[in-house]
């Protein structure tokens, strides 16, 4: 199980990637001069690591397996992995936290979502589909340890 430390440094990495921070060049003329763009950008992002939104662990990381509650109105008790949502996902719904999670608003409530890839193709509580995956409320999911069946 990776410790709160190694996901926070994994989600401040991919934080850092997709912000294209880079290090701010040493000034050491007109010290009195305004913070260069790249100082600016890298302790914004500094910042928002440390607030506690992006201090709070994730109940899941890439590559975790999961499995769906029997109660959850769609893809009742099946099994996936935790995985980033593909680029399509993206464009439509935004961006997720970290590529990982993101807050979905609907006549249902605000929930945290995770994108599940399927171990089967799954219909959806309407009836259609089947879909290899979707996202998937982390009060719904609970983690499968590799003894699990």
Known sequence: MRSLLARQFFCFLGCIHRDHVIPAKKETQNQDRE????????????????????????????????????????????????????????????????????????????????WVWFDEPQYDADGEGPYRGGSIWESALSLVHAGDA
């Open 35 to 114: 913070p260069s763009i790249q100082f600016r950008l890298r302790e914004s992002t500094v910042q928002r690591l440390q607030s506690e939104e992006w201090m709070t662990e994730k109940k899941f990381t890439v590559g975790d397996r999961a499995r769906v509650s029997e109660d959850f109105f769609w893809a009742r008790g099946a099994g996936g992995m935790i995985s980033v949502p593909p680029p399509e996902v993206v464009t439509l719904s935004g961006t997720w936290d970290c590529g990982l999670v993101r807050e979905e608003t609907s006549a249902l409530g605000t929930n945290t979502v995770y």
